[in-house]
């Protein structure tokens, strides 16, 4: 038989993307069949075989064979049922009434609009269908690392394809700020979440979600994959620092130790993979006091006083150590408050006998060049600048007088 070839390569739906086969076969026989009902009728009289290897669709009409009166003058005639004793000879001369024939459908038999609005039918059918799988398929997928491509880069965007095509969206608030990509870069990102916009899916990827972390250590560390090291909390500033609180159920691991790995080589790769963010990995305790000391680290702390009430905790740290604890635009003291869940205020020490003070302790309340000035006449400690006087100060520096009243306010204060 002439088969009905609808689609002009039929390639263009065998590899449908998130569709599996037998779904497809389904929805093309189901347009098939509306097509059916709308010139017949019913589909009841009608066999519809498709095919996707050959790439045709076979439609086969199954009629009883009635005499010609009867095709003719009665009322219970149905052409979708029945057909005439002479119009079935010229079909088969062997055929007698009440025998049944089957016959093809050819495309040509509904007409060239219906034809159009079929195809358009099966077209918008099976995109809502693509959509929609793609759509579970990354539902499913949140919190999952996903490697792409770039393929186009905006402004506030990147559009990434990932291995079959799919467009995902990683925003630019999405992206570590070192981050930068050219179009054909191989990119990692996890599934942050997925939307549906306009009856399309949105699929919006994250580099700066501590769940990214989470999954590039799982990715390292075949322990926390396994579950023998839990991650207890992670928090970031994407690019700058992290802070990855550990723990282990079995007393034989060093959940810290594995986490890092011999010379650092574990934890190396995912510094990489961050550009560079620096990951302090901790020992979680439901101590709080020593949980918050943990969390300070580098610094060493002296004491620390908690108010459970305020969920405000006071750390005393020994002036050199002040710096070390607050860190690199804050981010140290930031990121411990909100792994401990604490409010976090630094005091120095001031039960500690201090003969001097380094000016570089001081980096945190006195910018950097004032110090290279009053380094540069010698003074590289706190009394070594309170020593000489404001008049004495301005005339060898090329420092304000109102400038060095205030850095001599700052250090003065350190020793009372």
């Given at each position: ?9 039929f ?28 010139k ?23 009629r ?8 003719e003058?009665?009322?219970d ?16 001369e ?9 016959t093809?459908v ?14 358009q ?27 792409g ?38 990119i ?24 990214f972390?989470?999954r590039?250590?799982?990715l ?67 101590n ?32 050199d ?48 060049w004032?110090?290279?000035?009053l ?14 006087s ?27």
């Amino acid at each position: 038989m002439e088969s009905i070839n609808l689609i002009e390569s039929f390639s263009e739906f065998k590899e449908i993307k998130n569709i599996d086969r037998p779904t497809l076969m389904s929805i093309i026989e189901d347009v098939f069949r509306s097509m059916l009902i709308k010139k017949y009728g019913s589909e009841d009289n009608f066999d519809i075989i498709v095919n996707p290897d050959r790439g045709d669709i076979e439609i086969w009409h199954n009629r009883e064979v009635v005499d010609d009166e009867f095709a003719e003058d009665s009322f219970d005639y149905d052409e979708a049922k029945h057909i005439g004793l002479s119009a079935a000879k010229k079909i088969d001369e062997d055929l007698e009434i009440g025998e049944e024939i089957t016959t093809p459908v050819k495309l040509d038999d509904f007409g060239r609009r219906a034809v159009l609005a079929v195809r358009q039918n099966l077209v918008s059918k099976i995109l809502e269908l693509e959509k929609d799988g793609i759509y579970k398929k990354y539902k499913e997928r949140v919190g999952e690392i996903m490697t792409g491509e770039v393929y186009q880069i905006w402004k506030k965007e990147l559009l990434i394809l990932d291995e079959d095509g799919n467009e995902l969206l990683l925003p630019k608030s999405e992206q570590i700020p070192s981050d930068f990509y050219k179009k054909g870069d191989t990119i990692r990102a996890v599934v942050q979440r997925v939307e549906m916009k306009n009856n399309s899916p949105v699929i919006i990827l994250s580099r700066t979600s501590p769940a990214f972390l989470e999954r590039l250590f799982e990715l390292e560390v075949p322990e926390v994959f396994d579950g023998l090291i839990t991650i207890k909390k992670i928090v970031r500033e994407p690019g700058e620092r992290a802070k990855v609180a550990v723990e282990s159920y079995d007393d034989r691991i060093d959940p810290v130790g594995a986490c890092v790995g011999m010379k650092g080589s574990r934890i190396h790769g995912i510094v990489r993979e961050l550009r560079n963010e620096n990951i302090d990995v901790i020992n979680y305790t439901s101590n709080a006091q020593l949980f918050i000391t943990r969390a300070l680290s580098p610094a060493k702390i002296t004491s620390v006083k908690i108010d459970e009430e305020s969920k405000r905790a006071e750390v005393y740290l020994k002036p050199d150590q002040v710096s070390l604890a607050i860190g690199k635009g804050g981010h140290n003291i930031k990121l411990a408050g909100k792994l401990t869940g604490y409010e976090i205020d630094v005091y120095r020490d001031t039960d500690v006998d201090v003969e001097d003070v380094d000016l570089e302790e001081f980096a945190d309340e006195i910018e950097s060049w004032i110090l290279d000035e009053l380094k540069a006449i010698g003074c590289d400690t706190a009394k070594s600048v309170l020593e000489l006087s404001v008049d004495e100060l301005v005339k060898r520096t090329d420092l304000e007088e109102e400038t060095i009243k205030e850095v001599r306010n700052i250090l003065q204060a350190e020793f009372e």
